[in-house]
């Protein structure tokens, strides 16, 4: 069965760090990209970045340059989106993606709930 | 403020037909990039629902269609059914500053 399944809901205090897994299976990993979006309570979806399972290569929109580190490990078939320094701001569900070859995303995990709160 | 700009809401009754228009500009879909839409049922993650413009995936119903023309899109809805209420966000790819992927601030589709 193709799927991302992704690591449980966090909590975290303020100036912390998550780390939220991504696990694939059903399909190549390293074949496509991996994208991670977040949204947060009422909001709409807003795009983190995306990491080339294959060479690790990462792009992220400047606003998260400097706090969100992804990785992936491909013997596992996982990516991880590492957010640092969070604030009560950073409290959202996170989802991981898969970009299809006509590069929209057509594969979703059922997303991470983190809340960040002192 | 999205990069793609859709109406925060519409609404119909069931049987009739709905749109949901998605503006952008010369940096994204005025480009000739693609647009694609998902949908997000509640308390759910998104689903794609169109992809390259028009396209729908494997099981999407024909009810759902979709066109882009310049730097707008447009998603339409027919034979509304009360399973459509939801949140409909059109997304495509931005080369203005750092932008890579963009999304639209999305659209509630209430059935009356």
């Known amino acids: 069965q193709v799927q991302l399944v992704q690591s449980g809901a966090e909590m975290k205090k303020p100036g912390a760090s998550v780390k939220v897994s991504c696990k694939a299976s059903?399909?190549?990993?390293?074949?496509?990209?991996i994208h991670w979006v977040r949204q947060a309570p009422g909001q709409g979806l807003e795009w983190m970045g995306w990491i080339n399972p294959n060479s690790g290569a990462t792009n992220s929109p400047q606003r998260f340059r400097g706090t969100v580190t992804m990785t992936r490990g491909t013997s596992i078939s996982t990516a991880y989106m590492e957010l640092s320094r969070l604030t009560s701001d950073d409290t959202a569900i996170y989802y991981c993606?898969?970009?299809?070859?006509?590069?929209?995303?057509?594969?979703w995990g059922p997303g991470t709930m983190v809340t960040v709160s002192s | 403020q999205s990069v793609l700009t859709q109406p925060p809401s519409v609404s119909g009754a069931p049987g009739q037909r709905v749109t949901i228009s998605c503006t952008g500009s010369?940096?994204?879909?005025?480009?000739?990039?693609?647009v694609h839409w998902y949908q997000q049922l509640p308390a759910a993650a998104p689903k794609l629902l169109i992809y390259?413009?028009?396209n729908r995936p494997l099981g999407v119903p024909a009810r759902f269609s979709a066109s882009k023309s310049g730097t707008s899109a447009s998603l339409a809805i027919t034979g509304l059914q009360a399973e459509d209420e939801a949140d409909y966000y059109c997304?495509?790819?931005?080369?203005?500053?750092?932008?890579?992927?963009?999304f639209g601030g999305g659209t509630k589709l209430t059935v009356l």
């Open positions: 993606a898969r970009e299809s070859e006509d590069e929209a995303f057509d594969l």
């Open positions: 390259g413009n028009h």
């Open positions: 997304q495509s790819y931005d080369t203005s500053l750092s932008y890579s992927r963009v």
């Open positions: 059903g399909y190549t990993f390293t074949d496509y990209f």
């Open positions: 010369s940096s994204n879909l005025g480009a000739g990039y693609a």
